[in-house]
């Protein structure tokens, strides 16, 4: 039986705040602003996940739902401070694929 | 493709901190921003903005005592700015401010007790239905607040969004921030409004259409020879 193929999109970040933070730290920021906003129900429905993140570039990938897309945006606009610290994350670039992402990576932010 | 514009920036008086916000702004994808200066933005910050190439608006934010004080500010300086908004602290002023034509924008106190006695409410939207007057959200007033407070915030611009939306108010939505650790990307910004049930594409127009239009027309009234809208010198 034919099975509908879940899609997502893949944000690419850029973190900022007065420390480095590691991908533990950004990963459970997102997950708790995602739980904060939405709950649990939320939080499955979004499904993010990180897939790659540089902690010295402070950049990374995220992952969710194409449908959630917007959620998204709104969870991560709504992170004032990861572990502790006052902290912002902001997307630069949205893609259908981790490809296209990265190869647009000094292009302006696509419209998704 | 959209422009978009942060129509509230407050920076700080440092140069170094100014110029760190506008170099944000560029960078987020905004092409203008407002700053919002008791005159006008010093030579200074002109010039950086047009290094960055951001279109710079001015902007003065009133907080008049009482109704008095804010004719008597507006007849002032209506002449002097593009963007004048009103922070609406008492019903009296918010009523006058409403219904005054040479006020471009509303503005209302964000702590959640403030915002009971005085708000965005149908009476209020129907006045500035009438004289074009727009809706501000300030996203770094709910960036600012914990969970519960921002909650009890978000059920409140709920409504007041409802009235405007209802009375063809126009909405802006502004970062409002003094820090550029609450600056966000212009779909960030807009991306918030879907907590107070607005579509994807009201939220990017409030972004971008609304308030590119509110600077375009005063810009217009400013210049020389308009005499009213659609009459001009030539």
């Known amino acids: 039986m034919p099975v509908r193929r879940t899609s997502r999109r893949y944000l690419a970040l850029r973190v900022t705040g007065h420390q480095m933070f590691t991908t533990k730290e950004v990963a459970e920021a997102v997950q708790k602003g995602v739980l904060n906003l939405y709950g649990v129900q939320g939080l499955s429905q979004i499904e993010p996940v990180f897939i790659e993140f540089y902690e010295d570039e402070q950049k990374g990938i995220l992952r969710c739902n194409r449908s959630h897309l917007r959620d998204t945006r709104a969870v991560l606009t709504f992170i004032t401070n990861i572990a502790g610290s006052a902290a912002a994350i902001r997307v630069e670039r949205v893609s259908g694929t981790i490809k296209a992402l990265k190869s647009m990576e000094k292009t302006p932010e696509t419209e998704m | 493709m959209r422009k978009f514009i942060d129509l509230h920036l407050k920076p700080p008086g440092d140069a170094v901190r100014i110029r760190a916000m506008l170099e944000l702004a560029a960078e987020l994808g905004f092409s203008g921003v407002a700053t919002a200066f008791d005159n006008s933005p010093p030579k200074f910050v002109r010039e950086m903005a047009l290094s960055l190439g951001l279109d710079l608006v001015d902007r003065v934010d009133l907080r008049p005592r009482n109704t008095g004080d804010l004719i008597a500010t507006l007849r002032r300086i209506r002449r002097r700015v593009e963007i004048i908004a009103v922070e609406c602290h008492s019903k009296a002023v918010a009523r006058q401010a409403a219904k ?35 809706y501000e959200i300030n996203v770094s007033d709910l960036l600012r607040l914990g969970p519960i407070a921002a909650s009890k915030l978000v059920s409140i611009l709920r409504v007041e969004v409802e009235n405007a939306k209802r009375h063809d108010v126009p909405i802006v939505l502004s970062s409002g921030s003094e820090n550029p650790l609450l600056m966000r990307e212009p779909r960030g910004l807009a991306a918030i409004l879907v907590l107070l049930d607005v579509e994807e594409e009201v939220g990017l127009d409030a972004v971008s259409t609304n308030p590119w239009g509110m600077v375009e027309t005063n810009r217009e009234k400013l210049g020389p020879g308009f005499v009213v809208p659609g009459v001009r010198v030539v």
């Open chain 2, 100 to 134: 005054d034509h040479r006020v471009d924008i509303l503005n209302f106190p964000a702590p959640v007790s403030a915002r009971k006695r005085v708000r965005f409410d149908r009476q209020e939207a129907s006045l500035a239905s009438g004289s074009n007057c727009a």
